[in-house]
C-alpha cells in the first residue's frame, strides 16, 4: 500500500524557516495530486499547499509567498520550503497524496486517499 512519511517538523522563532519533507512509499509522487494539509489545536485541518499532475500549484492565502511546495521525483518526494514563519503557523503538518482528478486548489481538497502520520511545526514569539 501507498505509505507517506514526513519529516523535518520543529520549533523555530518566528521569521525562521523549516523545511518539511514526504516520502512516498511503494508508490511513485508523480502519480498523485500532492498536498500538505495542516492542524492546529482546536481547529479543522486546512490545506495548506497542493501540487497537481500537470505541476501546477496552490496555495491559501495566509501562506502565499512565504510557502513553496515542490517535488523531487528522484527521490520520490514532496517538499515544503516555509519562509517567514509565524506563530499562527503552528501545526502539525501532515502529507497527503489522491489521485487524480483533484482540480487546481488545494482549498477545495479533502478526503485526501493517503496521509502521512504528520510532523509538528511550533513557531514562537
Known amino acids: 500500500q501507498v505509505q507517506l512519511a514526513e519529516s523535518g517538523g520543529g520549533s523555530v522563532q518566528a521569521g525562521g524557516s523549516l523545511r518539511l519533507s514526504c516520502v512516498v512509499s511503494?508508490?511513485?509522487?508523480?502519480?498523485?495530486?500532492m498536498a500538505w494539509f495542516r492542524q492546529a489545536p482546536g481547529k479543522e485541518r486546512e490545506g495548506v499547499a497542493g501540487l497537481d499532475t500537470n505541476g501546477r500549484t496552490s496555495y491559501v492565502d495566509s501562506v502565499k509567498g512565504r510557502f513553496t511546495i515542490s517535488k523531487d521525483n528522484d527521490k520520490n518526494t514532496l517538499i515544503l520550503q516555509m519562509n517567514a514563519l509565524k506563530p499562527e503557523d503552528t501545526a502539525v503538518y501532515y502529507c497527503?497524496?489522491?489521485?487524480?482528478?483533484?482540480?487546481?486548489?488545494?482549498?477545495?481538497?479533502?478526503?485526501?486517499?493517503?496521509w502521512g502520520n504528520g510532523t509538528l511545526v511550533t513557531i514562537s514569539t
Open positions: 497527503g497524496a489522491d489521485r487524480n482528478p483533484c482540480g487546481s486548489d488545494v482549498t477545495f481538497w479533502a478526503n485526501m486517499d493517503y
Open positions: 511503494r508508490s511513485t509522487v508523480s502519480k498523485y495530486c
